[in-house]
T-cell receptor
Framework: RKEVEQDPGPFNVPEGATVAFNCTYS??????FFWYRQDCRKEPKLLMS???SGNEDGRFTAQLNRASQYISLLIRDSKLSDSATYLC???????????FGPGTRLSVLP | DGGITQSPKYLFRKEGQNVTLSCEQN?????MYWYRQDPGQGLRLIYY???????QKGDIAEGYSVSREKKESFPLTVTSAQKNPTAFYLC?????????????FGEGSWLTVV
């Protein structure tokens, strides 16, 4: 089993749609959780950290369920500019290492 | 501006040659990392370093070497022993002493074997 698994995608949605990404992790000792965004042929960039209480940043909402080892990202009112690959990331080994999921590609269509 | 600088952005290598990818950061981060990404794939850890003069192998270290002589610099050498080196290479760093620290990336280096 891979350490971090994500919805295989790709997700093709119309503008204005709400889309949800799911991520599971296998290491129960994982400490920190993040969503990164990667545009085609570019480096990943931090989208948002994920907290146990859930957190929201504009149209983006992240949730963490430690008991189920599950992370989610919800994007409301999708924009064309949201088209990218979304990477789920967890830290292991007392925060020393970052483990990346394979990513889920999103295409928002006009 | 603070950040991570990778060079070169594009590099072509002949089979059998060693090449070195540069990574410099001015974020005062202790930890630095090298990842490899193949088309349509996730990031795989090659090497990481938590402190100067110390580094550890990641999941796919074979055929690669690194050094960490300065806090700011973490160059990666792709040796001739790496059988399939064509990929996108990403250098990253983080402040490991900060709770909930995040990892920051350079713009990446594209390596093609010709």
């Amino acid at each position: 089993r891979k350490e971090v698994e994500q919805d295989p995608g790709p997700f093709n949605v119309p503008e204005g749609a709400t889309v949800a990404f799911n991520c599971t992790y296998s290491n129960s000792a994982s400490q920190s959780f993040f969503w990164y965004r990667q545009d085609c042929r570019k480096e990943p960039k931090l989208l948002m950290s994920v907290y146990s209480s859930g957190n929201e940043d504009g149209r983006f909402t992240a949730q963490l369920n430690r008991a189920s080892q599950y992370i989610s990202l919800l994007i409301r009112d999708s924009k064309l500019s949201d088209s990218a690959t979304y990477l789920c990331v967890v830290t292991v080994n007392y925060g020393q290492n970052f483990v990346f999921g394979p990513g889920t590609r999103l295409s928002v269509l006009p | 501006d603070g950040g991570i600088t990778q060079s070169p952005k594009y590099l072509f290598r002949k089979e059998g040659q060693n090449v070195t990818l540069s990574c410099e950061q001015n974020l005062n981060h202790d930890a630095m990392y090298w990842y490899r990404q193949d088309p349509g794939q996730g990031l795989r850890l090659i090497y990481y370093s938590q402190i100067v003069n110390d580094f550890q192998k990641g999941d796919i270290a074979e055929g690669y070497s690194v050094s960490r002589e300065k806090k700011e610099s973490f160059p990666l050498t792709v040796t001739s022993a790496q059988k399939n080196p064509t990929a996108f290479y990403l250098c990253a760093s983080c402040n490991r002493y900060r709770s909930g620290n995040t990892i920051y990336f350079g713009e990446g280096s594209w390596l093609t074997v010709v």
